[in-house]
């Protein structure tokens, strides 16, 4: 009986997820008559036909569609097992491929870089940020190893662990007359004046949640791609923001930004480490948690000193 090889399923992947057999073959870094011959040897083993070939191109076919799905995951725990091989030894040895959003990489990776080189100095990372869903897909398809992302994340295939609780901040221009001690209820933002990332971003999804008399007006106007672009409008007085107190030391660092708490129960997001359930390295994504928090403190605490200091208990009197 011939058998399927992995080979046969990771270019039938690959075409899956490009539908163009020019762009799936260097994917995969072959010929394309190579990539269509085992595409071919692929359904008469299977005695489907998985793809309908077309002038204007290709498409999957009801069975090409659910052998593609059935493919990703025996990719994927065929990497799992390679991986169970390579690092059955020491913990955090050898390329971890790690993804991580926008809205925590570049304000987390410089603090917990070198602390995972001290610790684990046989660790390769190879970064990959991204949105959410993105990593998630990415994630579960093997590409990924871990995600860190503000959680929860959906997926009955996926275990997390949570780190760390991020506060929101709300920053506003600052002006003579205001007081700084004083903490906004939500209810008294202005939906209209809220500026917001454009769609796909989590932080964006947050916001409305916890706001949630926003008007209308507020979900369709102004969306950015960072938080460097919202963080100048607000500094230029066109509205207002939620920030993650992780982000506040980086991007407040203009005197006409002023940052104010909420009242209790004050928002926040939770940040943590997604991967897949299947995966053998556990230990490894564990070690790598508590990189992050011994670079964060003791407390976790997501704020460097100097920031934090604004903020220090008794800083603030309730509104």
Known sequence: MTMITLRQLRYFDALARHLHFGRASEAVAV?????????????AILGVALVERRPAGIRLTAEGQEIAR????????????????RHAGEVLSGPLRLGIIPSIAPYLLPRILPALTRAHPQAELQLRETLTQALVGE?????????LAALPVAGADLETCSLFQDKFLLAVQSRPDLDERRRVDPRDVDGASLLLLEEGHCL???????????????????GATSLSTVMQMVAAGYGVTLLPELCASVEVRDERVALLRFQDPQPQRTVGLVWRR????????EALGACILAALGPAGQPLPPPVAEIFAPGSHADA
Do not use: H, W
Not at 70 to 85: F, T
Not at 139 to 147: A, N
Not at 278 to 285: A, E, L, M, T, V
């Open 70 to 85: 059935r493919a990703r995951r025996i990719l994927s725990e065929a990497r799992d097992l390679l991986d169970y091989g």
């Open 204 to 222: 964006r999804d947050q916001a409305l949640n916890y706001c949630e008399g926003l008007r209308p007006a507020a979900r369709t106007g102004f």
């Open 139 to 147: 994630l579960q398809q093997g590409e990924l190893d871990v995600i």
């Open 278 to 285: 299947s995966s053998p390295r556990k230990r490894d994504f």
């Open 31 to 43: 010929s394309q008559p190579a990539l269509s011959m085992q595409i071919r040897e692929l359904e």
